[in-house]
């Protein structure tokens, strides 16, 4: 097979800069490396800072009669703890008397001595729970947060809530990227069935649920789980057998023959930063193609001729990537789709951006005399005044990707058949070449040479069945089951991002 590199003719000078790794002269490195690409990817996330301490609150209106029961009991003492005894890593709260109360403040100073309060029948007794409030407390500080409560909220005359109040501060929690875990128990208010609930607030590292799953291991589970998430799938590449894809640490998931050559893409896979790579705690990788587009279709082509064994021919540019769609507490996920973006041009946008906020100007007064200094990193991007030029703020101007089209096609015809035959535990995600493709993108005077490939959620239905008011109604009121299929129905994750592919082209 003729395996020729072709000449790129439409890549800008600005961006084959950018992809030298080198880092001239000290400046700050913009290239497309991926360190930088994956703060591109992330430009949009919301994710907890690492050093920021958790928050949790505690209803004190009269919820612990739900302790009475011994194997709750077991339950709420391990989450108690587990909280105080990693006292540096969180903010405790209690909630009574329309009041939220830091717990360890006034005479509450040792993690013994807070506990203690946790556990006191006479402290829990109270009234008025402000659970509203702390909803609204959570989404503004915009923290990971655990909430023990049984959600029965009072208006100001002191009647209890019928109105689904919960409904915009978990819609907010979910937009935001976000997820809430439910652990659910049951218990008796004199002869009033109820529910109490653990309720889990986190982002995607999930690092406050893992200490709520470890509080509770060991525990008797006499509760149940339920996901508030638009994104509650597993995603991961799996070593690909006859394919070659992901077969060794270097190697991604393209086309590779018999030999574990990728002789379609000719994608680097030298373990280098300018080769394949993973990017870390995301759902994305980064390529290198050494081929253009024109000698990637006849690569494909070549790979499909009769002579090559069936299972050794070319199939899919992308393969051997699997999801587990199998919990549908919130959403059936039914189709996916693929979305071809040139985003050459805004991550050049982005990365100056970034420099900009990294060198800020210093702003000095000497003798009434108000001074500004510029780092030499970031001149090109304020004016005298140490202002920020219009043109480089990324965050005011917005996103500025140009689609491309008819180059990649996602096989649903393959997420169907392997959807069913797994019962979506193992469900395979594949990118293919358009039919239609002829190595030329049309309509495109210049591409940048960096493209990102995103699969995406083309349709998904609420899961709105009878679960919903098992788990989160009790007699007499429905105000958070109601808030519950309020958010199923208003925060579909239709045209959500499932797994992303960045490909420079060499």
């Known amino acids: 097979m003729k395996k020729a590199l072709s000449i790129i003719t439409t890549l800008s000078l600005s961006l084959i800069c950018a992809l ?18 994956q703060k591109y990817y992330e430009r949009d996330s919301q994710r907890m800072k690492a050093h920021e301490k958790f928050a949790a609150y505690f209803d004190f209106s009269g919820v612990y009669v739900a302790y009475a029961d011994p194997a709750t009991a077991q339950t709420f003492n391990g989450i108690t703890q587990k909280v105080t005894g990693s006292l540096q890593n969180y903010d405790l709260y209690s909630l009574a008397n329309s009041k939220i109360e830091q717990l360890s403040s006034g005479d509450l100073q040792s993690a013994a001595q807070i506990f203690e309060r946790l556990h006191d029948p006479a402290a829990q007794g109270q ?8 909803l609204h407390k959570i989404v503004v500080d915009d923290r990971s947060a655990l909430l023990v409560t049984d959600y029965e909220e009072y208006t100001p005359g002191h009647k209890i809530y019928q109105q689904a109040y919960a409904t915009p501060y978990f819609e907010e929690w979910l937009k935001r990227g976000k997820e809430i875990t439910f652990f659910v128990t049951d218990y008796m208010e004199g002869s009033l069935p109820k529910h109490l609930y653990y309720t889990v ?14 509080a509770l291991a060991g525990k008797p589970q006499n509760y149940k789980r339920f996901t508030l998430s638009m994104h509650n799938y597993i995603v991961a590449p799996m070593p690909g057998g006859t394919s070659g894809a992901y077969a060794g640490p270097c190697m991604g998931g393209t086309y590779h023959d018999q030999d574990g050559e990728d002789v379609v893409t000719a994608s680097v896979e030298n373990g280098g930063p300018d080769g394949f790579n993973p990017l870390p705690n995301a759902r994305a990788e980064v390529y290198t193609f050494d081929e253009q ?12 001729d009769a002579e090559i064994p069936a299972a050794f021919r070319f199939k899919h540019l992308f393969q051997n990537l699997y999801a587990d769609f199998s919990n549908t507490d919130s959403y059936q996920i039914k ?10 041009n805004d991550f050049e946008r982005y990365m100056n951006w970034l420099t900009a906020m ?10 009434g005399e108000r001074q500004v200094e510029v780092p030499d990193e970031s001149a090109a991007f304020y004016n005298d005044k140490g202002q920020l030029l219009p043109k480089y703020n990324y965050v005011k101007n917005g996103i500025q990707v140009s689609e491309v089209a008819g180059v990649a096609v996602f096989d649903q015809k393959l997420f169907e ?3 069913a035959q797994t019962a979506g535990r193992k469900v395979e995600l594949t990118v293919n070449l358009s039919p239609s493709f002829g190595g030329t993108i049309a309509g495109k005077d210049y591409q940048s040479g960096l493209y990102r490939i995103d699969l995406y959620v083309a349709d998904a239905e609420p899961n709105l069945g009878p679960q919903i008011d098992a788990l989160f109604g009790w007699p007499g009121n429905n105000c958070l089951s109601s808030a519950v299929r309020n958010v199923l129905q208003h925060c579909n994750p239709r045209g959500s991002n499932v797994y992303t592919y960045f490909v420079r082209m060499n």
């Open 335 to 344: 189709a996916l789709d693929v979305r071809m973006t040139d985003v050459g």
């Open 293 to 304: 587009w024109e000698g990637i279709v006849q690569n494909a082509r070549d790979q499909q």
């Open 20 to 37: 030298c790794i080198c880092n001239c002269n000290n400046a700050p490195d913009i290239s497309p490396s991926p360190e930088n690409l």
């Open 127 to 134: 009234l008025y729970a402000p659970i509203e409030q702390a």
């Open 358 to 367: 990294t060198y800020q100007p210093k702003v000095t007064v000497v003798d």
């Open 201 to 214: 607030f986190d982002d995607e590292s999930h690092r406050l649920l893992k200490e709520v799953e470890d």
């Open 417 to 419: 058949q392997t959807f």
